[in-house]
């Protein structure tokens, strides 16, 4: 039974008010009560939430009806609150039922697998993935019928179908809910929304089905869920979300039309009550705000399909929001969210009241019109508003005008440095384009900016800059800024780190001094920082002006015997991302004007959340094990956060020479692992990995269709044409949701009951399109297993030259979290074609992905792309390094890779896997066992085909215990000699 209590006038604490009522009813749980007469009540759990009551009671009752039950118990609660939530010095004052919201609901008719939530989960999982086509429609069906049970309960629950006007058999049909109206109703909307995106997103328009396109036919489905969802908000108001959904679903003026009238008619109608006109209010509020952040931003951008029309729909907005705003007493709340949805279409209005609470919204219109009069607001408010504008409008030019008009508004010109300071650590791109290279200095000179700030200025490199001079002292900020990225490599910053830490003991003295301005570097080779075993950079400290940049001060939570520490943390997340300010991470990218999204993220929220993956730092193309993200995390935590796992042993680091036996250990292991063949670095990224009791590794290789060689005809360009790319995503889709069904249908024969558990799935090269990461992260999901596979669009690191790239995507789970391992495996050996279709090389390091088990040495897998698995010397690097060889492959001569594979399964002695192209086949699983009949594990034949193999992998036959390689023990058989074969059947020949 679910009761709920309504808002109290007692001012004290509401969990502390009830901890009273709390204890009576769990003295009550203890014993049966007996309540008017014949009732006797059993509570055998009781939960609550605020002011929200659940309580799982059986009753034994004479001839009593549902509404007589819940009436009755609801009045023994009542009792209670009296008794023990009542004010003494207030009886009028007391907690009190609210009949309206109190449930009650049969056992008999909740949970088990055939309920309603049984199928809201069902539904849930389906449409996390994988999924194709077929199944989005049939998630679709689904949730069309839960909504309908929803809308069903909201007419009934509607003032105008009370339940004296409804004959009893109008309830029949309907089943008893376990879960509330409208929750149901929200979550239906939501996923019939994310569904119908998906299918767009899957759907090649140009298809027809008879004499109806499927871009029609979309179109429809798109507007008939929009209209429906419209309809469930109208029954119940405040489904605002459901709402959004609609209107963002399908962005039309006929559709906002009945929506603004019913609520502007609303208001007009007399004796509306005040609760009534608030939630008008507030539906209107979310309306405007929903137009400024999200409604039609999706349809905006997709132009070849055209779902109702953003245009007019955002221009009958503001229409809208105009006339509201004419409204005498308008709230300040729907005035913000008018005045940013006026923002964002650029339009700027004076309208707004001139209460205190719209301060930055009138100073964020000063802007739109390039003005800086108001001083309602202080000089930082007023830039970081600016931002904001700046934001919304996306063009530097006008920003640029307005910074000089509220440069030449103000007195002082600390006013000035302030707001150039407040850009800069905000927004490096803008303040790029405020300044210019070598008008720091004179910047600095008319105390328009601070000293530091100035050199940061002019440490910036032009467009187009030369090479990083070779044996000459530079500014470690113009190193780490330069395009070449030097240190976006682990090697060099391990490198880096052990420079620092030889620093003589007085320039540690003051760490906050240690800065990309005071720090000046010297290579002689700037591309042999990835080799551990060269010794060529050197690092000297110049102390600057006593003018201290803010940025590298030592925070208050670090102690001063640890403030060295922090320093080199600063260091060296600097240099790993390459911009000066240290907090930054690879994902702050530019907004889209037009869109409010406000500012996402400010130096100082950054310093306290700062991420230290791969990802957050560079992205999938640098190569920065979890090893460094937790010396990172060690050097710049804050309270609360330890290091655990293979660097606890950084607690032990006290000193600067601690620090530098501590990165000459790393750098040592790395110096073992470098590629001396291939001149290649090579990682370990060690992932926490479950054992199977059959100490096997579950393998599956998967080839489909696309893209086939024929689709290269019209270059890399072709590729990315949208027509191409539904189809594209559709077969990607398609083939991971036979992946899907293959391995569940194999668990069902062996007798799994559990979610297929797959460790490792394989796919050719060029098979997974960059956009399409949510299909692969959806089907790691569903499956438990790390993937390899080959991208197609991967461009190269800080350019847009095309490259061919391989990602490994493995999941990395600590109890009930998930997190990724993301990083990609480059491709340096390319075909003719690539090279005619202007694929740069790209194979900066090699990946390795070692499983762990506690206590035992990991197992070590290694990929490469295609033709890169000749190169004899990566082979030689990697023999004594991986256990297991994976191939993403794209290759027609599938005869002389079978040949490569049977070559290497020895030369490298351990598993060698390729995934090739169905268009193809030739994906084949080998090992160099001794039987022939065990060599081969598995091996697609034939071309044009789909296929999904999955075998299991001895880990201890080749992997760290080497079994395979053991002398063997002598058998003895009893062995029957004959001189010819055993006969054909049928064989009858005659004498």
């Known amino acids: 039974m679910s009761v709920t209590i309504p808002e109290s006038a007692v001012t004290l604490d509401r969990n502390t008010h009830m901890l009273d009522f709390d204890r009576a009813i769990g003295a009550a749980s203890k014993k049966t009560s007996r309540i008017e007469g014949d009732f006797e009540i059993r509570i055998h759990d009781y939960c609550r939430y605020v002011d929200d009551l659940r309580l799982v009671v059986s009753v034994k009752a004479t ?7 819940a009436q009755t118990i609801a009045k023994w609660i009542q009792g209670y609150l009296d008794d023990f939530t009542s004010v003494k010095s207030e009886e009028t004052s007391r907690l009190h039922v609210n009949s309206e919201k109190t449930e009650l609901e049969l056992y008999s008719a909740v949970g088990g697998e055939s309920g309603i939530a049984a199928s809201m989960k069902s539904m849930q999982q389906q449409l996390s993935g994988p999924f194709d086509l077929a199944t989005l429609q049939q998630v679709e069906t689904g949730l069309n019928g839960l909504l309908a049970l929803a809308e069903l309960g909201l007419k009934e629950e509607s003032p105008s179908a009370s339940s004296e006007s409804l004959p009893m058999l109008a309830a029949v049909a309907r089943p008893k809910l376990e879960v509330r109206d409208d929750t149901l109703t929200r979550f239906s909307a939501y996923r019939l929304t994310k569904s119908l995106r998906m299918r767009r997103s899957m759907t090649d328009l140009s298809e027809k089905d008879g004499e109806v396109s499927a871009k029609d ?72 705000k929903a137009g400024a952040t999200e409604t039609g931003q999706r349809a905006a951008h997709d132009a070849a399909f055209q779902v109702g029309d953003v245009g007019e729909y955002r221009v009958s907005l503001v229409g809208l929001a105009q006339t509201v705003l004419e409204w005498p007493d308008v709230p300040w709340y729907v005035q913000q969210q008018a005045a940013l949805l006026f923002a964002t279409v650029g339009y700027s209005t004076d309208a707004l009241s001139s209460g205190d ?29 600016s931002l904001v504008g ?67 200025v002019d440490a910036r490199w032009p467009t187009n800059p030369p090479e990083l001079p070779v044996n000459a002292w530079i500014s470690f900020a113009k190193v780490i800024t330069h395009p070449a990225a030097v240190f976006d490599q682990e090697n060099a910053l391990l490198q880096l780190a052990l420079k620092l830490a030889n620093f003589p003991g007085a320039s540690l003295k003051m760490p906050e001094r240690l800065t990309p301005l005071t720090l000046h570097l010297q290579c002689q080779d700037w591309h042999k920082l990835k080799n551990p075993n060269a010794d060529v950079l050197s690092v000297k400290y110049e102390p600057g002006p006593d003018e201290r940049d803010p940025v590298h001060a030592t925070p208050n939570w670090c102690t001063r015997d640890k ?25 702050l990218l530019r907004d889209e004007s037009g869109w409010y999204s406000g500012i996402r993220s400010t130096w100082q929220k950054r310093r306290m959340g700062m991420l230290h993956t791969s990802t957050a730092l560079v992205g999938t193309t640098s190569a920065i094990t979890p090893w460094f993200s937790k010396l990172l995390l060690g050097l710049l935590r804050w309270p609360g956060i330890t290091v655990d796992g293979a660097l606890a042993d950084i607690e032990a680091v006290k000193t600067p020479k601690d620090f530098a036996v501590f990165v000459q250990s790393r750098l040592d292991q790395q110096a073992q692992l470098f590629g001396a063949s291939s001149n290649v ?64 249908a194999r668990d069902s024969v062996l007798g799994k009951d559990h979610k297929p558990q797959v460790d490792l799935v394989i796919f050719p090269e060029y098979t997974i399109h960059v956009d399409d990461q949510d299909l692969m992260r959806s ?53 003719t074609e690539e090279q005619e279709l202007k694929v740069s090389q790209w194979r900066p390091y090699q990946v390795v992905i070692e499983l762990c088990w506690k206590g035992e040495p990991g197992y070590r897998i290694s990929g490469a792309i295609c033709y890169d698995a000749t190169d004899i010397s990566l082979a030689a690097d990697l023999k004594d390094e991986s256990h297991m060889f994976v191939i993403a492959a794209m290759n027609k001569d599938v005869k002389t890779f079978d040949s490569m594979v049977g070559a290497l399964r020895y030369h490298m002695y351990q598993h060698v896997l390729i995934a090739n192209s169905g268009e193809f086949g030739g994906s084949t699983a080998q090992a160099p066992y001794d039987q022939e009949h065990k060599r081969l594990l598995s091996h697609v034949h034939g071309a044009q085909q789909i296929a999904v193999s999955v075998f299991d992998v001895d880990i201890d036959d080749f992997g760290p215990k080497l079994n395979a390689a053991d002398p063997g023990a002598v058998v003895l058989k009893h062995v029957s000699e004959r001189i010819g074969k055993t006969r054909p059947a049928g064989l009858k020949r005659k004498k």
């Not at 719209?358 to 607001?377: A, G, I, N, Q, Y």
């Not at 403030?563 to 240290?582: C, I, K, P, Q, S």
């Open 681 to 744: 670095p090579v990682y370990r990224y060690p992932v926490e990995w479950p054992l199977k009791a059959s100490r096997q590794l579950r393998i599956v290789l998967v080839q489909g269709l696309m893209p086939a060689n024929k689709d290269f005809d019209h270059g890399l360009a072709g590729l990315a044409d949208p027509r191409y790319r539904e189809r594209h995503r559709n077969h990607t889709a398609a083939l991971l949701h036979l992946a899907y069904r293959q391995l569940l």
């Open 779 to 831: 089907f790691s999901d569903a499956t438990g297993a790390m993937l390899f596979y080959g991208l197609l669009g991967a461009t190269a690191p800080r350019t847009v030259e095309p490259i061919n790239a391989a990602r490994w995507l493995v999941p990395q789970r600590r109890g009930d979290r998930r997190s990724w391992v993301e990083v990609d495996q480059g491709k340096w050996h390319l075909t």
């Open 357 to 385: 609470e719209l301060r930055f919204h009138r100073t964020l219109h000063e802007f739109l019109r390039t003005e800086s009069k108001s001083r309602c607001v202080s000089t930082k408010d007023e830039v970081s508003v």
């Open 390 to 456: 700046y934001q919304l409008r996306g063009e530097p030019a006008e920003y640029i005008n307005w910074f000089k008009r509220f440069a030449f508004g103000r007195k002082s010109r600390r006013d000035v440095s302030d707001a150039l300071q407040l850009i800069g650590q905000t927004d490096q791109n803008l303040f790029a384009g405020i300044t210019r290279p070598g008008q720091g200095k004179a910047a600095v000179d008319a105390k328009l900016m601070p000293g530091y700030l100035g050199q940061y």
């Open 217 to 288: 036919a979309l179109l429809h489905d798109f507007e008939v869920v929009a209209r429906r969802l419209v309809a469930a908000w109208a029954v119940n108001p405040s489904l605002v979300q459901v709402l959004r959904y609609a209107l963002d679903l399908y962005p039309s003026p006929d559709l906002l039309a009945p929506v603004a009238d019913a609520l502007t008619k609303k208001l007009m109608v007399d004796g509306l009550s005040p609760k009534e006109e608030m939630v008008i209010l507030y539906v209107l509020a979310e309306l405007f």
């Open 563 to 587: 403030a060295w520490m922090y320093a080199f943390g600063r260091l060296l997340r600097a240099a790993a991302t390459g911009e000066l300010d240290f907090t930054a991470r690879q994902w």
């Open 63 to 69: 001839e009593a009806d549902e509404s007589k039950v």
